[in-house]
């Protein structure tokens, strides 16, 4: 499983989603639930985490949070790794009980925090558990419609900002704004995430980029980091290998096919149109360049030499 991309820093929002093993369920009952509420309100004081929203499902659950110190991977280290423990010990079992990493895609907060807080309520609704949002027990839902006592560990004056500073006018607005899609189909506000990991306009998507990526352009292995930064073209590196390799036709050839794989984002059937093969041909050519890279230090460097040439 590739690894996700993280990118933390003080002040950030987050929708961070995390599915149980195997897609069973993460509560089995009342008391889990309770318990996991808990564990979000420590994370809040242990940790200066802010939870603005939250969704228990049955196998899963949603958050919008924000990390004012910048330490998302403790918080959520915290949260599901306490939680994790409570659960084996209560029901009798050992392992992990979420599947692989929680997913958390980094938000652009004025830009997608209230529409992100209707998706979450509406969850239980999309579902088919409930009709209407206010009859879910376990969001924040009523609690943003003045339905039911606030949590103390709950921050939702954020988004009921955007509905008036009184907060009577604010609450009575927020659960009409949620209300107009209950029961409708709608866009998903996540389907314009970028990598897996962004969500915001193009300006937010620039400067999350310059500030917070730029040192990982050496780790392309992260396929999210790959989507992100600029991609090279393949006429770039096929002009940077010729000069290299000269009428070394055949080893140019592979060494364009690696390339082309390794830095353009370009499909394989899309780089294998461009040498008359197959997916899987383009797969065994790169196989093969890489370990004879590995073993030949002369080839290595003419690689290195062509990385340095197209300023990667």
Same mark, same amino acid.
């Given at each position: 499983?590739?690894?996700?991309?993280?990118?933390?820093?003080?002040?950030?929002?987050?929708?961070? @989603?995390?599915?149980?093993?195997?897609?069973?369920?993460?509560? !089995?009952?009342?008391?889990?639930?309770?318990?996991? =509420?808990?564990?979000? %309100?420590?994370? @809040? /004081?242990?940790?200066?985490?802010?939870?603005?929203?939250?969704?228990?499902?049955?196998?899963?659950?949603?958050?919008?949070?924000? @990390?004012?110190? %910048?330490?998302?991977?403790?918080?959520?280290?915290?949260?599901?790794?306490?939680?994790? /423990?409570?659960?084996? *010990?209560?029901?009798?079992?050992?392992?992990?009980?979420?599947?692989?990493?929680?997913? +958390?895609?980094?938000?652009?907060?004025?830009?997608?925090?209230?529409?992100?807080?209707?998706?979450?309520?509406?969850?239980?609704?999309?579902?088919?558990?409930?009709?209407?949002?206010?009859?879910?027990?376990w969001s924040s839902y009523n609690q943003y419609i003045g339905k039911n006592k606030l949590e103390k560990w709950l921050f939702r004056d954020f988004v009921l900002n955007y509905f008036g500073k009184n907060r009577s006018t604010a609450q009575k607005g927020y659960k009409n704004f949620?209300?107009?899609? /209950?029961?409708?189909?709608?866009?998903?506000? =996540?389907?314009?995430? #970028?990598?897996?990991?962004? =969500?915001? +306009?193009?300006?937010? #998507?620039?400067?999350?980029?310059?500030?917070?990526? +730029?040192?990982?352009?050496?780790?392309?292995?992260?396929?999210?980091?790959?989507?992100?930064?600029?991609?090279?073209?393949?006429?770039?590196?096929?002009?940077?290998?010729?000069?290299?390799?000269?009428?070394?036709?055949?080893?140019?050839? !592979?060494?364009?096919?690696?390339?082309?794989?390794?830095?353009?984002?370009?499909?394989?059937?899309?780089?294998?149109? &461009?040498?008359?093969? %197959?997916?899987? %041909? *383009?797969? &065994?050519?790169? !196989?093969? =360049?890489?370990?004879?890279?590995? &073993?030949?230090?002369?080839?290595? !460097?003419?690689?290195?030499?062509?990385?340095?040439?197209?300023?990667?």
């Open positions: 499983m590739a690894r996700p991309l993280r990118i933390t820093f003080p002040g950030a929002f987050y929708h961070i @989603t995390s599915r149980g093993n195997e897609r069973k369920p993460v509560f !089995k009952n009342r008391r889990d639930r309770i318990k996991f =509420l808990e564990y979000l %309100g420590t994370a @809040t /004081t242990r940790y200066d985490a802010r939870i603005h929203i939250y969704c228990l499902m049955d196998n899963h659950y949603h958050l919008l949070l924000e @990390t004012p110190s %910048g330490n998302l991977p403790q918080v959520m280290h915290h949260i599901n790794g306490a939680y994790t /423990t409570y659960f084996n *010990v209560k029901h009798h079992r050992s392992g992990h009980l979420f599947q692989g990493r929680y997913k +958390s895609i980094l938000i652009e907060e004025d830009e997608y925090a209230k529409e992100l807080s209707r998706y979450i309520h509406l969850n239980p609704v999309r579902a088919q558990m409930v009709s209407v949002p206010e009859d879910y027990e949620v209300n107009r899609l /209950t029961g409708q189909e709608y866009d998903n506000p =996540l389907k314009d995430v #970028i990598g897996s990991a962004l =969500l915001g +306009s193009q300006d937010f #998507i620039h400067f999350i980029t310059d500030q917070y990526l +730029s040192e990982l352009s050496l780790s392309k292995d992260l396929p999210a980091v790959r989507s992100l930064l600029p991609m090279l073209s393949m006429q770039d590196i096929c002009r940077a290998v010729e000069k290299v390799f000269g009428d070394k036709k055949s080893m140019g050839r !592979k060494v364009k096919i690696y390339l082309y794989q390794k830095y353009t984002g370009a499909k394989l059937r899309v780089i294998g149109n &461009q040498f008359g093969i %197959g997916e899987s %041909g *383009v797969s &065994q050519v790169c !196989k093969r =360049l890489e370990a004879r890279i590995a &073993q030949d230090k002369s080839l290595s !460097k003419k690689i290195k030499r062509i990385e340095k040439k197209i300023k990667l």
